[in-house]
Structures are given as structure tokens and as C-alpha cells.
């Protein structure tokens, strides 16, 4: 059975078919009554549609058209099929009044659409049949979509998975966030540094989107605030110096095998046409432009950081701008099917999740409406506020939690301000009620940061103005409890929960590894797409030989596929038989790739001393983009090439020794390298990543993890067995405890001669053609402070590394491991994380769609 999968599949020989599913079927036959054009998921209908689009839309017949021609008529074909679920989903929900979750999110990483779409919808057989009748590949079209990056990192791709989760759950959504016209930057390498290059993603127009002129809203900034009273009823009243307009774009998000197709709503900043006319014309036409290119700046550019907050004003106002216009469209949806007076009911309607702190200024904004624009009381409107929102942290760091200067907030928000310090006025006097004589407490719980010149503190914003506060790991729960919110915690610990993140196994398992998603179809039927829990009953057969010789023959040509990718990208040869070492994520030093950097010097400097040291030959994988203003993240980049071009081209290393940094780290590039990992380095310092998200996208597929005690790393390891992953270092508790008694990397060197090696290594100029100084900051560091302990985990990390190295010589042990990494992985689909927050916090259930 096994051995005729493989064949059948061409597993061991090149060039797979694409599709998990569905035996090859015959080519497009017209069905008896021919389906629509616009909505038929026959072949047949498939190729009529995307003929007729590349006509229609493109202007192309077939023998003219190019690559992109043909992407953008397969897509078009593909939304039409959409459009009609999208509107009845629309319809549905509506008519059964049920609770809609909007996810607010300063980011959204949805990654290409067009795979997705075609295999949420079941119709990629179909689209690769209608194609190939025309001598179309459907892989090569669906290679040539832009990533559209609107997003960092995690965060924001984890908002793009709980997006297809709630779809497929067939739970009303909407994600509510901003239509950047310049996601993150593209990532060049040049002579090993990165250069950032802005990514105009959609240059040649975006076919999945839907702009809806006619939905926009009026959003106010600065100016001044009037109070007076009205019938005996104090009024307020806000004059801005500017309002900009916020329009909708919309985005259908379809479920997987489900007709729900749901809405992701970004918007976008024009300038409100007439405000500034009266100035152009009294002939200020340079003050009226400059408006404009104000408001339209709003939405220009994503913020490339993903750890730490300059207190930049521009950011403010994106963060203001989407959750004010995103508030407005819910009011404007409330009062479309209940009263236009009577807000009780709203928190009933919808659940607000602020994805970190970056829409924390929704509370203050909910608040203003109610208050000065429909006149709510002040405690009514306070308990629908706190009735709708709830807020999930991502971080530990203390540099990445977010303040703004009392000063700008008031420049920009001046009512915000107001109202802030009347939300925390009533807050502290509760406090006070509560523990009467400890001032410190209130210090630290108050909004605002007394301390220096004065700050809002986003954090305690949003735990006061949300009924529910949740960490995305348990071990970042309990470290949330103990440190940056514990004050929170013990005033009001009914209010955290736990809910560890998840991924969706979707994108990364069917459309990452088209041929690991057909095996595991073949062997266990479909139940795992839509319950990943199902893998388990992989269980009992890892230690089947016929099971573990097509498990390695998939990876080995997963890997195959990445060499090829990367010899065609990067000129680099590599030997898909060695071991795929894989650290792909943002490049922080709290992650530590120096760490991993350590371990190669360390080979390196094993095999320059005994060049018959036995090792499996391995091939080091780095990709990730760096902050632009983080110096030492772009130094570890350049690091990281410098010690490739010399490993690589080391005819007395390289046949066992290989690096490389993949550039530009994206959804899309992503993909073939998770398929294509055998390991997975999650080594962050312990305590400091929140949760982690590659790590179980990695494990998903058959990648073993050597990891610390950190984040998810440690559900992880409880779900697949200490056995079946390689674990070392300092525990959170260890490495706060040595913290506190003062550190010293240096006596911890002097102990470890290879540690002192490989760091000499990189001060004799080998790596920085002769000179000692290039990556001296990284290595004074490392000496003087360490502050994330890699000193301290080397020796660990070193010895875990060896045991990799065995157990990967032992193939049939390897892969029994990386079967049982899979068939235990189920607890990390997204389709978990987000049944547990409708449970748990949101308290929504599925509406049904049939068309
Ligand atoms: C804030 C203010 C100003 C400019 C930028 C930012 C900013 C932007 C993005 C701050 C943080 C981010 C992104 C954070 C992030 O991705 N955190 C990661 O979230 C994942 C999902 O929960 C976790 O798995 C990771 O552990 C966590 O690092």
C-alpha cells in the first residue's frame, strides 16, 4: 500500500502533482446543462470563466497574454465564485441576529490568496484541470501573486489564521484594520547587509478586494474641546483642526469547506475634499494640499517594528483612524436592525478582541460615542464598553509595551485625553476603596505614568475598559499574572485567561506540503483537515517501516524543492540528503540566532581541528527580516552571510557544513521551507517569547524542535513527549533568578574553551575580510552583559545539538520521532485557539450558510 502510494505519487522520482486530494480526474467534460459562467465549479465552467476574464478583464486573448495576465483572470474567476457565498453569508447572518466577533488588528499577514481561496472553496482540482486543458500550470500562476504584507510578524499572521478559523467555524466575523498602501519593506541582501526596499504590493491592482466608495466616515483629529450644557445636560463638544475620511475596502475570507465566506475590512485615509476649501480658497493652497497629503499619509506605510514602540505621532493616528472608523461602521450596523437610541444592546451584538495594545484606543472611542455623540449616560456607556471589549497581550518586554506621551496624546486627541483622565479617576477611586493606604499599587495601576515626563499607559487602558485579558501561551499567562500585569491580576483575576495560540493547518500543512497532506489524506481520509486532532491515529504506526520510508521520501523531496527555489534565488547548492537546520522568524536577539550562530562556529572550528570529525552533513537555514533601526539585529544578518560565504566555499568544511540566509522571509517563501525543515530552532531566552507561531508550523510538518522552556515551546513538548524533541537551557525561573544575582558571562566563558573559540573566531577578521572590529559590538556584548543569557545556554545548546546529530543518523528513529511530532500536533490548529475564545470569552456560535 505504502510502496504503491509512492509510486503512484511519483514521491521518489521529481515533479509532483500539486493537489492532497481527489484521484487525477478526466479531462473537462461539459455537464448535461452547462453550469454559469460566473459561479460554476466544473472545469469546464472554470475555463469559460477565465477565458472570458482575460478577455473581458484583461484585454488578452490567450497566445497574448503573460503570467500576470493569466493570475489575474484565474483570480477573478475564483472571486466571482466567492461573490456569491460572501452575499448570502451577509444575508444569513443578518437574519439570525447573532453575536459578531470583530477582530481588531493594526495587522493582518494574509499571505497570497489565490491557493487559499481555491482550496477553501474545493475547487483547485478543477481550476488545475481547466488550466492544464490549456497547456496552463496552475502552480505557476498562483507563484506569480504579490505577498500582500500587511504585517510584522506573528502578531499579525496570527489575526490572518484566526480569520480562516472563524470562517471555517462559521462564527460571524469581521476583521477590522488598515489598507496600508506599503506593507512591511522587502528585504535585499546586499554584500550581506539588509536593505530595505519599499514593496508597492499592489502596483498592478488587487483583485481580491472590493473598494466600497460610498462606506466612509468622517474621523476627527486635534483641535480643541467645548463644554458647556444643553437643557440642564452638560454637552461636549469636539472642533477638530483636521478630519479625514476612512473608506472600506473589503476582502472576502472563506471558510474552508464551509459556504461562510466572511468579511476582513481594512480602511483607507482620504483627505474629506471640502474641509479645507474655504482656505484654498482664500488662497492658502499650499495649506490645503499639505491637509491632504496629511490625511492620506495615514495609511501609507506599515510600522516595520515588531518589538518596540517609538512614540511616533503618525502611528497614533493609524492606530486612532482604523479603530474609530472600524466603531462607527458597527454603530452604523447596530442601528440598522435596532433602535437608533437605545445602545443597551449593543455589546449583545457584537465582541470586540483588541489584538495587543495597538487598538487599546477603541475603549476610549466606544466611550466618546456613546457619551458626547449619542448621549449615553457615562455608567451605561462604561458597562457596554466593558461588556464588548477584550484583550489578548502579546508580549513580555517591557520596551514593547506601549505608552503614549500625555502631550501628543492631547495634541491628537484632545477629548481622548479628557476622557482618559476621567476613566482613571473613577478606576483609581475603586482602587483606593480597595487597598486604602498603599500608593505605590495606585501608582502602578493608574493609566498614567507619573514618572518622567508623563505617559498613557495602553496596557492598563485596555485591561480597565475589557471584561477579559488573555496571554497566548500558558507559560506567558502565568508570567503576565507574576510580572507586567500582575497589580491587574490581583485586582481583578476572574478577568485572565489562558488561550495558546494556534495556526492554521490549511495554509500551513495542505498548501505548504501538498504531498505530507496527501499522504495523511491517503492514510486517515479528510477527517484531519477540518479536526487536526485526527492525526493521532498516526500514532500507533510510526514505528511502521513502510509508513517512515514515504515519510522521508516526502521530506527529501520537499527539501529537493527548496534547493531548487534556492539555487535559482541565491545561487547556493544544497544536498537535500543533509540535515535541513531551520531558524526562520523575525531577527531579535531575544530569539538568539547568535546562538545558533555559536553552534556552527563550533563545527567549524571541530572540523578545522580534526577534519575527520563524523557528522550527518547538515545545511543551516536562517530567514527574517530586521527592524530598520535595529543595529544589532542587522549586524547578526551580516554575520550570518559572512560566516556562509566563508563555510560555503571551504572545500575542507562544505561537504558537511552549509549556511544560508534566505531573503526575504515572507508568508509566501515560508511556505516550501516549514515543508522542507527537518529542524526547528525555537531557542529564544526563556520568559521572553510570548508564545511563538513558526515553531508550531514547523512541528506540523515533521520537524523535530530543539527549543528551551519557552512559550508554546513547552505545550509542544507536552504534547509530543519529552522523548521526541530536544530540549535544553535555563528555565524562565533560572534565568530571572541569575538576573537578579548579577550575571557574568565571562567566568562562563573562561570555562568553555569552544565558546571562547568560536568568539575569537569571529574577532580574528575571518568572517570580515581581516577586519577584527565589524562584529566586535556583538561580541563585546556577548562578554560584557549577554542580557540574553547565550553564554549561559551554549554548553546545553551544544550538547543538544550533538544528540540531534545522532538521533539524525539513526533514520528510522528520526523519522519515528518526526511521525509522532505530527500525528500529536493537533492541540496547535488555529480551529482549537478559536473554538476556545467563543467559548470561553466571546461566547458566539456558528450560523449555518446554505445557498
Ligand atoms: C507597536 C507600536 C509602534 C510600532 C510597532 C508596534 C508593534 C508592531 C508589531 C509592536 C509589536 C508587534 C508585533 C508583535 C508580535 O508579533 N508578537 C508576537 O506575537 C505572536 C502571536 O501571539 C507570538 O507568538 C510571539 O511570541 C510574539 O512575539
Known sequence: MISEFLHRHHLLGESPAKAPESPPAPPPAAPKTPEHTRTGRSAEAIQRAFLDNLFYLQGRYLEEAGDHD???????????????????????????????????????????????????????EQARQALAALELDLDELIEQEPEPGLGNGGLGRLAACYLDSLATLQIPA???????????????????????????????????ELARTQLRFPIKFGGQVHHSEENGRPRTEWAPDLIVHGVAYDTPIPGYGVNNVNLLRLWQSRAAESFRLDAFNQGDHLGAVSEKVMAENITKVLYPNDQSTAGKELRLRQQYFFCACSLQDMLRIYQEQHSAHDFSGFADKFAVQLNDTHPAIAVVELLRLLVDEHGVEWESAWGIVRRTFAYTNHTLLPEALETWPVELLGRVLPRHLELIYEINMRFLDQV??????????????????????????????????????????????????????????ELWPERFQNKTNGVNPRRFLMLSNPRLARLLTDQLGTEWTRDLSALRALEGRAGEHGLQEVWRAIKTAAKGDLADWLRRHTGVSLDPESLFDVQ????????????????????????????DTEMAPRTFLFGGKAAPGYAMAKLIIKLINAVAW?????????????????????????????????????????????????????????????????????EILEEVGADNFFLFGLTAEQVAQRRAQGYAPSEIIREQPELEEALALLESGLFSHGDPELFRPLTRQLREHDPYFVCADYAAYIEAQAKVDATYRNPAQWSEMSILNVARIGKFSSDRAIREYCRDIWRVGPVNVKL
Open 70 to 124: 493569466r493570475y489575474m483572470a484565474l483570480a477573478y474567476t475564483v472571486r466571482d465564485r466567492l461573490l456569491e457565498r460572501w452575499i448570502r453569508t451577509t444575508q444569513c447572518y443578518k437574519q439570525s441576529r447573532a453575536r459578531t466577533v470583530c477582530y481588531f488588528s493594526a495587522e493582518f499577514l494574509l499571505g497570497p490568496h489565490l491557493g487559499n481561496n481555491l482550496l477553501n472553496l474545493g475547487i483547485e
Open 174 to 208: 469581521i476583521g477590522y484594520g488598515i489598507r496600508y498602501e506599503f506593507g512591511i519593506f522587502r528585504q535585499a541582501i546586499h554584500d550581506g547587509w539588509q536593505e530595505e526596499i519599499k514593496e508597492h504590493w499592489l502596483r498592478h491592482g488587487n483583485p481580491w
Open 432 to 489: 483606593r476603596m480597595r487597598y486604602p493606604y498603599d500608593q505605590e499599587r495606585i501608582g502602578r495601576l493608574s493609566l498614567i505614568d507619573e514618572r518622567g515626563g508623563k505617559a498613557v499607559r495602553m496596557a492598563n487602558l485596555a485591561c480597565v475598559g475589557s471584561h477579559t485579558i488573555n496571554g497566548v501561551a500558558t507559560l506567558h499567562t502565568r508570567l503576565l499574572q507574576e510580572t507586567v500585569l500582575r497589580d491587574f491580576y
Open 584 to 611: 526562520v522568524k523575525r531577527i531579535h536577539e531575544y530569539k538568539r540566532p547568535h546562538l545558533n550562530l555559536l553552534h556552527i562556529l563550533t563545527l567549524y572550528n571541530r572540523l578545522k581541528h580534526r577534519p
Open 646 to 714: 566563508v563555510i560555503n566555499q571551504d572545500p575542507q568544511v562544505n561537504d558537511r557544513l552549509r549556511v544560508v540566509f534566505v531573503p526575504d522571509f515572507n508568508v509566501k517563501h515560508a511556505q516550501p521551507i516549514y515543508a522542507a525543515a527537518d529542524l526547528s530552532e525555537q531557542i529564544s531566552t526563556a520568559g521572553l517569547e510570548a508564545s511563538g507561531t513558526g515553531n508550531m508550523k514547523l512541528s506540523m510538518n515533521g520537524a523535530l524542535t530543539i527549543g528551551t522552556l519557552d512559550g508554546a515551546n513547552i
